[in-house]
């Protein structure tokens, strides 16, 4: 038997052509209505790894951060903070939901049961399969949607829920029987628009307010009373936030790296150098978090409650910078908690590039701490 020079590149090059590739994610036919996918490994929800995503997407709230500042709110540690809790349980379902790529058209009612969460938690993470639906625009695609939760795994005490629908390739393409909605192109963790046509509506309908009102200050009496002096449709209270941060090496590889999210969008410049965005992208709970940690700089935030309606419009790329506009939706005095020293708050958020377009939108429902508590 001849024994070749493995090595030389001409002779590796050939076998290179030559050998099949062990593939890794499945394909839309791999998907069943109403099975339950159990992902693993899962991952330790660490105090470092807390902190590598607080700083870096800007969300400095002492509470996650200091121990003094979580004792003021009666915790003995500080806790893990909800936007690495769901970056985290989102991460550990990509090898088997979503690595073969594919566009992500939006993912809804996110909650968190349970918050806080202590560090140090093993979560475990298990998927239902919801629906397998046919693309009549993209026969290479198929529409799936799963219902994820994120457990602790000690405990089988829910941390984390969320819908999310994805495009995920299929084996053989093929012309789909049902529609999609006409969603456009974009990429993984990226979602395309949802195919409506605002020139359907009326035209008041699609008139900007004549004023925009902004809060006082950054509790939750600053936000009721902003409702309170814009009370008909030709005042909104909107407004934009300051802070923008740049994506580099570290948050669009290095962070979904961290929550297990394997897929090769964030980190395989190679493979990304022929799609459609020409270069690796950011993951989409980063582009959401450091959004809404610069929204959170300009409030009193006690705790998420819930998200709905997240959607991702376009490519956010190494070089991108992400800022954050703000519209207050509703007030409550109301809580999900027995805190009397905080309110609810009903926001939508839109994250936005350099260039003034969107790359994220989605509606927020938190806590906000009362003056006499933030004070």
């Not at 693993?40 to 790894?49: F, N």
């Not at 700083?55 to 009666?74: I, K, M």
């Not at 789909?176 to 969603?183: A, I, M, N, P, S």
């Given at each position: 038997m001849t024994e070749y020079e493995w090595t030389d590149p001409d002779t590796f090059?050939?076998?290179?052509?030559?050998?099949?590739?062990?593939?890794?994610?499945h394909f839309f036919e791999d998907f069943e209505e109403g099975e339950t996918i159990e992902h693993?490994?899962?991952?330790?929800?660490?105090?470092?790894?807390n902190e590598l995503w607080?700083?870096?997407?800007?969300?400095?709230?002492?509470?996650?951060?200091?121990?003094?500042?979580?004792?003021?709110?009666?915790?003995?540690?500080?806790?893990i903070h909800p936007d690495y809790l769901l970056a985290a349980?989102?991460?550990?379902?990509?090898?088997?939901?979503?690595?073969?790529?594919?566009?992500?058209?939006?993912?809804?009612?996110?909650?968190?049961?349970?918050?806080?969460?202590?560090?140090?938690?093993?979560?475990?993470v298990e998927s239902e399969v919801l629906e397998t639906t046919r693309s009549n625009s993209r026969p290479e695609y198929g529409i799936v949607t799963w219902h994820t939760r994120g457990y602790d795994a000690d405990t089988d005490r829910t941390l984390c829920a969320y819908e999310r629908t994805n495009m995920i390739p299929r084996r053989e393409p093929t012309?789909?029987?049902?529609?999609?909605?006409?969603?456009?192109?974009?990429?993984?963790?990226?979602?395309?628009?949802?195919?409506s046509d605002s020139s359907d509506e009326p035209d008041d309908q699609r008139t900007l307010p004549e004023t925009f009102?902004?809060?006082?200050?950054?509790?939750f009496e600053d936000f009721e009373a902003a409702l309170e002096r814009?009370?008909?449709?030709?005042?909104?209270?909107?407004?934009?936030?300051?802070?923008?941060?740049?994506?580099?090496?570290?948050?669009v590889a290095g962070l979904p790296l961290a929550t297990l999210n394997t897929a090769k969008q964030h980190h395989n410049v190679d493979v990304m150098a022929d799609s459609p965005s020409g270069d690796i992208v950011t993951y989409g709970d980063v582009t959401r978090s450091t959004a809404l940690g610069h929204a959170r700089s300009d409030e009193q935030t006690l705790r998420e409650?819930?998200?709905?309606?997240?959607?991702?419009?376009?490519?956010?790329?190494?070089?991108?910078?992400?800022?954050?506009?703000?519209?207050?939706?509703?007030?409550?005095?109301?809580?999900?908690?027995?805190?009397?020293?905080?309110?609810?708050?009903?926001?939508?958020?839109?994250?936005?590039?350099?260039?003034?377009?969107?790359?994220?939108?989605?509606?927020?429902?938190?806590?906000?701490?009362?003056?006499?508590?933030?004070?």
């Open positions: 090059a050939s076998v290179l052509e030559r050998v099949e590739t062990r593939e890794k994610g693993d490994p899962g991952l330790r929800l660490t105090r470092w790894g607080t700083s870096q997407t800007l969300n400095h709230d002492p509470f996650y951060w200091r121990a003094d500042a979580a004792r003021e709110r009666g915790q003995e540690e500080t806790p349980t989102l991460g550990c379902t990509v090898e088997d939901l979503s690595e073969k790529g594919g566009y992500f058209l939006g993912r809804t009612n996110v909650q968190f049961p349970t918050d806080p969460v202590a560090p140090g938690i093993d979560l475990r012309e789909g029987l049902e529609t999609d909605g006409g969603r456009a192109d974009s990429s993984d963790n990226v979602s395309g628009s949802d195919g009102v902004i809060p006082e200050g950054t509790a814009a009370p008909d449709r030709d005042t909104a209270v909107a407004y934009r936030h300051e802070r923008g941060r740049t994506m580099d090496d570290l948050t409650v819930r998200f709905t309606d997240e959607r991702f419009h376009t490519f956010v790329t190494p070089g991108d910078t992400v800022y954050c506009f703000t519209r207050v939706l509703e007030t409550s005095r109301e809580t999900t908690t027995a805190n009397e020293r905080a309110g609810t708050v009903h926001f939508e958020h839109v994250a936005f590039n350099q260039h003034d377009e969107p790359v994220y939108s989605g509606r927020r429902t938190a806590e906000i701490a009362t003056r006499d508590a933030s004070n």
